[in-house]
């Protein structure tokens, strides 16, 4: 086997619309640098995203490349597992190796409700008092949906064609609803009640969806009480048609529980050429003389609750709405947001790698950057990889992390990173046997073992100069003090230097050393001498 293929994880989870990382390992077994092709399979096209498809990995080492998963967040982005393959294939021999893994999609779920028509009416001659109601399933799961109709006063009952119903993800329904007034007067005025229906999941009972109608109660004589007295009628008909009707106010929050400092959508409808002020229970006076139809934001900063009601002006006429309670929640506290560490895995870093920074955040931390740049860093995560461009110009260069909390308080930690730019090379070994010669012993033998080069140059000061191979021995005759400099030169020209200086030590000439088994002569090496290792006599090998 030339190379293997491992993932860092079998299971991936994630959430629709956010970008969740998997680590791909390829370990090159064989004896000559390789590149690799990566691909996904068995995986939506748009849910995936490979940034370097190509890699290249040199003998014996151990690369490792990103995958990124981010399905949309929609409702075809169903909950559940999805089985994929990551295929690698070797652009040299053309072998193909696999990796199998699970996406798993985390659920979500989200319902949204519409009432139509917004209004209706009621009287003891016409009705019009059926609304639909459009219940929408926004999530990835299915829901069993709960209807309930309410108003403030409990006034209504309500009837539902279907009371329960199944939405799958992405799916839409439309039920009835018949709103009827629970009591019925032979006199009175017309009044407008605001109602909710609450659409509420049987599975997860915190998903809800509400909505908000209106309905008019009108009301009539009856002729019994005409007949009684006739010319009374008339001349309150008469005073009728000429008298000035008072007008008809109606108001309805979005909301009716809410956390204390959030916003509330007020709306409201009256009569025509009607003035409407909002007024709070305590006198407060939200809005002065706004049209007969509107929209108010309402800042929520009581507490506990809050009552609100329209008062509708014309002709000098005054009407007060139903009042709205909102129900009000303390806000939940937020601790500050705090990293508790942040390292770099190296400190000094070549241009064209990359380094880790290794981080740690509290629990409060819920999103987070890397800067410059302001990256996005997985909270869930505790270390991101941080590659330097190629064109990176060396120098000291700052990172900073900002992490912030749901309330987008945020708090800021930095690192400095040392960019350098050497040679990839390195020379493991250059050495002589000796560093000093005299006249009748000047042979020294050189040494060297280089690693990571393109090409090794060596040469003296007299002015030789060989190309040599990565690792080799030479023997040289030194008849002067003489610097040799062994040269490793990367791919990318950049030179490692290293040099050795031979001593030359010059003495009067002298008798050579007997060599008949006796004494030797007065002109041997004096004990002492410094040597390295190898041989000491002379040789032409390297000459």
Same mark, same amino acid.
């Given at each position: 086997?030339?190379?293997?293929?491992?993932?860092?994880?079998?299971?991936?989870?994630?959430?629709?619309?956010?970008?969740?990382?998997?680590?791909?390992?390829?370990?090159?077994?064989?004896?000559?640098?390789?590149?690799?092709?990566?691909?996904?399979?068995?995986?939506?096209?748009?849910?995936?995203?490979?940034?370097?498809?190509?890699?290249?990995?040199?003998?014996?080492?151990?690369?490792?490349?990103?995958?990124?998963?981010?399905?949309?967040?929609?409702?075809?982005?169903?909950?559940?597992?999805?089985?994929?393959?990551?295929?690698?294939?070797?652009?040299?021999?053309?072998?193909?190796?696999?990796?199998?893994?699970? $996406?798993?999609?985390?659920?979500?779920? =989200?319902? #949204?409700? +519409? /009432?139509? %028509? @917004? !209004?209706?009416? &009621?009287?003891?001659?016409?009705?019009?008092?059926?609304?639909?109601?459009?219940?929408?399933?926004?999530?990835?799961?299915?829901?069993?949906?709960?209807?309930?109709?309410?108003?403030?006063?409990?006034?209504?009952?309500?009837?539902?064609?279907?009371?329960?119903?199944? $939405?799958?993800?992405?799916?839409?329904? =439309?039920? #009835?609803? +018949? /709103?009827? %007034? @629970? !009591?019925?007067? &032979?006199?009175?005025?017309?009044?407008?009640?605001?109602?909710?229906?609450?659409?509420?999941?049987?599975?997860?009972?915190?998903?809800?969806?509400?909505?908000?109608?209106?309905?008019?109660?009108?009301?009539?004589?009856?002729?019994?009480?005409?007949?009684?007295?006739?010319?009374?009628?008339?001349?309150?008909?008469?005073?009728?048609?000429?008298?000035?009707?008072?007008?008809?106010?109606?108001?309805?929050?979005?909301?009716?529980?809410?956390?204390?400092?959030?916003?509330?959508?007020?709306?409201?409808?009256?009569?025509?050429?009607?003035?409407?002020?909002?007024?709070?229970?305590?006198?407060?006076?939200?809005?002065?003389?706004?049209?007969?139809?509107?929209?108010?934001?309402?800042?929520?900063?009581?507490?506990?609750?809050?009552?609100?009601?329209?008062?509708?002006?014309?002709?000098?006429?005054?009407?007060?709405?139903?009042?709205?309670?909102?129900?009000?929640?303390?806000?939940?506290?937020?601790?500050?947001?705090?990293?508790?560490?942040?390292?770099?895995?190296?400190?000094?870093?070549?241009?064209?790698?990359?380094?880790?920074?290794?981080?740690?955040?509290?629990?409060?931390?819920?999103?987070?950057?890397?800067?410059?740049?302001?990256?996005?860093?997985?909270?869930?995560?505790?270390?991101?990889?941080?590659?330097?461009?190629?064109?990176?110009?060396?120098?000291?260069?700052?990172?900073?992390?900002?992490?912030?909390?749901?309330?987008?308080?945020?708090?800021?930690?930095?690192?400095?990173?040392?960019?350098?730019?050497?040679?990839?090379?390195?020379?493991?070994?250059?050495?002589?046997?000796?560093?000093?010669?005299?006249?009748?012993?000047?042979?020294?033998?050189?040494?060297?073992?280089?690693?990571?080069?393109?090409?090794?140059?060596?040469?003296?000061?007299?002015?030789?100069?060989?190309?040599?191979?990565?690792?080799?021995?030479?023997?040289?005759?030194?008849?002067?003090?003489?610097?040799?400099?062994?040269?490793?030169?990367?791919?990318?020209?950049?030179?490692?230097?290293?040099?050795?200086?031979?001593?030359?030590?010059?003495?009067?000439?002298?008798?050579?050393?007997?060599?008949?088994?006796?004494?030797?002569?007065?002109?041997?090496?004096?004990?002492?001498?410094?040597?390295?290792?190898?041989?000491?006599?002379?040789?032409?090998?390297?000459?």
């Amino acid at each position: 086997m030339s190379f293997s293929v491992l993932l860092s994880q079998d299971v991936v989870p994630v959430e629709a619309g956010t970008t969740t990382p998997l680590s791909i390992s390829i370990t090159n077994r064989g004896a000559e640098s390789d590149r690799f092709e990566i691909e996904i399979e068995g995986i939506d096209t748009v849910w995936k995203a490979i940034p370097v498809p190509e890699i290249e990995v040199r003998p014996g080492e151990t690369a490792e490349e990103k995958a990124f998963f981010k399905p949309p967040r929609e409702s075809e982005s169903l909950a559940g597992h999805y089985p994929f393959v990551v295929k690698v294939r070797s652009l040299g021999t053309g072998e193909t190796r696999q990796a199998q893994g699970i $996406l798993e999609i985390k659920p979500f779920h =989200t319902l #949204s409700m +519409e /009432v139509n %028509p @917004r !209004k209706g009416y &009621v009287s003891p001659t016409t009705k019009r008092n059926v609304f639909e109601l459009s219940v929408m399933n926004l999530g990835n799961t299915p829901h069993t949906v709960q209807l309930v109709g309410s108003d403030p006063e409990d006034a209504c009952a309500y009837e539902f064609s279907d009371e329960r119903i199944q $939405l799958g993800p992405g799916q839409t329904k =439309t039920v #009835s609803v +018949e /709103v009827k %007034p @629970r !009591k019925t007067n &032979v006199i009175a005025q017309s009044r407008l009640i605001g109602f909710s229906v609450t659409a509420r999941s049987v599975e997860h009972g915190s998903v809800s969806a509400v909505t908000q109608g209106q309905l008019e109660q009108r009301s009539l004589l009856t002729p019994g009480s005409l007949a009684a007295i006739v010319i009374a009628a008339l001349l309150a008909f008469l005073w009728f048609i000429n008298m000035p009707k008072p007008p008809a106010v109606g108001l309805r929050a979005d909301l009716l529980q809410v956390t204390r400092g959030d916003e509330v959508k007020l709306s409201w409808e009256s009569s025509e050429r009607s003035r409407v002020n909002l007024i709070l229970e305590d006198g407060t006076v939200l809005l002065e003389n706004g049209n007969p139809e509107g929209v108010f934001t309402f800042k929520v900063e009581q507490k506990d609750s809050v009552t609100i009601f329209a008062q509708a002006k014309r002709d000098n006429m005054t009407t007060k709405s139903d009042p709205v309670t909102i129900k009000i929640a303390e806000p939940e506290v937020v601790p500050e947001p705090q990293i508790l560490s942040l390292k770099a895995s190296a400190t000094r870093v070549r241009v064209g790698s990359s380094f880790f920074l290794n981080y740690k955040f509290s629990s409060a931390v819920v999103s987070a950057t890397l800067g410059p740049g302001n990256k996005d860093i997985d909270t869930t995560l505790s270390r991101v990889e941080v590659a330097i461009p190629t064109d990176t110009v060396p120098g000291p260069y700052t990172y900073e992390i900002s992490a912030k909390n749901k309330l987008g308080i945020a708090t800021v930690k930095s690192i400095q990173i040392q960019v350098y730019d050497e040679s990839e090379a390195q020379i493991l070994e250059f050495t002589a046997n000796k560093t000093r010669v005299e006249p009748f012993d000047n042979a020294v033998s050189i040494s060297w073992q280089v690693t990571r080069a393109a090409r090794v140059e060596l040469k003296s000061s007299t002015g030789e100069q060989f190309e040599v191979e990565l690792k080799g021995e030479r023997e040289f005759t030194i008849d002067a003090k003489t610097t040799f400099t062994l040269t490793a030169i990367d791919d990318r020209g950049r030179r490692l230097p290293r040099q050795i200086t031979i001593e030359y030590i010059d003495k009067p000439d002298v008798p050579p050393p007997a060599t008949d088994g006796g004494s030797p002569g007065v002109g041997t090496t004096p004990p002492g001498d410094i040597t390295t290792g190898g041989t000491t006599g002379p040789s032409t090998a390297g000459r």
